[in-house]
């Protein structure tokens, strides 16, 4: 397949409030296409209208105000995932991919017609704050959500370190909507992180795809090997996706060479495979992926990748169901348009879109009850309580650490299945030669 694009590529629709982590291919511009000529008379209407607004509304207007407001306008009548980018959205977007922004540390999408929390990023001030996996946010401040495109509810809540907004959400099981101010502050997010349990498993938690994510994996899986792993948690849950080649590399990393991971397609039926090129021999022990709600785009693609050549077992809940491509398309003022162009396969050559990756075992996880939950994080793998600079990373004192993973069910589940290792007799993966 085409390495290089004339744009950028992306494979997760979700937005993190204060970063888009999504799938990119770095590209160089925007093509030129036979549509511009195509569209001429169309667009004297726009520039009859332009001209109007200009010549006779009662203030005066700035031309680029009427063209941007008309961009977003128009990205507005197609799905929730396209959106125009200003150049300040469009260059926080560049930047942010490495791991480090400043905002609340919500990752949020559109589900339903609802722009809803997938994850709060653990140990940041959304988490902290009591934002929930499934919250929909109703109002940002006194500004409500329900006529915001994605890109615009992100901007609202972002803001520099510091600053304050109010979320007003709806919580499923609640009886009435919940208010939250939070105060903004800088988010580092270390994606991957390890360490062995008892009986020779090893765990690994990976919160978000970033650039670095296959080869911090790849150092955590050797660390484990040493270690005498003989069987591998790998922890999804709540992990709202990211880059594409992020995900190609971790899925890669458990796979034989030239596996087929993901295809995408777009409107004119092209379809580009990814597949496996590991960088060293797979391993061979038995391994579980734990997934939940919370686990969208990127996530599902390594998800469905060891489902369907029966790699792991699937276990928790069933996953979002983000299943588009996105293209950021850069402009010639530095802007950007984020544009919806194609859906991903799984190897058995089916959408997850709306519909999700479904676990080979449910489980359902066991709240935590809010007088036993501690501030730093309710599960095993999360970092520590926001700071001034929280930190994904932030190492937590082991006793508090054992003590949450006693209390996670889904992961003692999967620590239970590892010992006895029966339910992978039950498994069915693709033959060798299926493409998908």
Do not use: C
């Not at 795809?209 to 709540?238: A, W, Y």
């Not at 919370?294 to 996953?319: N, R």
């Not at 001034?388 to 620590?415: F, G, R, T």
Request: no cysteine; aromatic share 4%.
């Amino acid at each position: 397949m085409e390495k290089e694009r004339a744009s950028i590529t992306w494979v997760s629709g979700l937005v993190v409030v204060g970063a888009l982590v999504l799938g990119l291919l770095i590209g160089k511009g925007v093509e030129k296409t036979g549509y511009a000529s195509e569209s001429y008379e169309e667009l004297k209407v726009f520039a009859e209208v332009l001209t109007q607004v200009k010549k006779h509304y009662v203030e005066d207007v700035k031309t680029n105000d009427l063209v941007h407001g008309a961009v977003r306008g128009m990205l507005k009548t197609l799905d929730p995932h396209s959106a125009y980018m200003t150049p300040e959205m469009y260059k926080e977007m560049r930047v942010e991919t490495k791991g480090e922004f400043e905002g609340l540390g919500i990752q949020i999408g559109i589900k339903e017609h609802h722009v809803t929390v997938i994850a709060p990023i653990e140990g940041t001030p959304a988490h902290a704050a009591g934002i929930e996996t499934g919250d929909v946010i109703l109002k940002v401040d006194e500004t409500p959500t329900k006529d915001l495109t994605l890109m615009e509810a992100v901007q609202r809540m972002r803001g520099p370190k510091g600053t304050s907004v109010t979320l007003t959400v709806r919580r499923e099981g609640a009886t009435e909507t919940l208010s939250f101010t939070i105060v903004r502050d800088t988010i580092k997010i270390h994606s991957v992180r390890s360490r062995p349990l008892d009986d020779h498993i090893g765990y690994v938690r990976i919160s978000q795809f970033q650039e670095s994510t296959p080869q911090d994996l790849g150092k955590e899986l050797v660390k484990l090997h040493d270690d005498g792993t003989q069987g591998l948690i790998l922890d999804l849950r709540n992990n709202p996706g990211g880059l594409l080649s992020a995900a190609v590399g971790v899925s890669e990393q458990f796979l034989q060479p030239d596996t087929l991971i993901v295809s995408v397609k777009g409107r004119d039926g092209r379809k580009d495979e990814y597949r496996s090129s590991p960088p060293m021999e797979p391993p061979d022990y038995p391994m579980i992926v734990l997934v939940n709600q919370g686990s969208a785009s990127a996530s599902e693609i390594v998800a469905a990748a060891m489902q369907d050549w029966g790699k792991a077992v699937i276990l928790g809940k069933t996953t979002f169901g983000k299943g588009s491509v996105q293209t950021i398309l850069p402009l010639s003022d530095g802007s950007g348009l984020r544009l919806t162009t194609a859906k991903y396969y799984t190897p058995r050559g089916e959408s997850i879109h709306s519909v999700g990756v479904k676990p080979d075992i449910v489980v359902e996880p066991k709240p935590i009850k809010l007088d036993e939950e501690p501030k730093e994080s309710p599960s095993p793998e999360t970092e520590a309580g926001a700071s001034s600079e929280p930190d994904a990373d932030a190492e937590k004192p082991k006793d508090l650490e054992a003590e949450l993973m006693k209390k996670d069910v889904q992961l003692q589940k999967a620590i239970e299945l590892l010992k006895t290792w029966k339910v992978f007799k039950g498994l069915h993966p693709l033959e060798s030669g299926v493409t998908g």
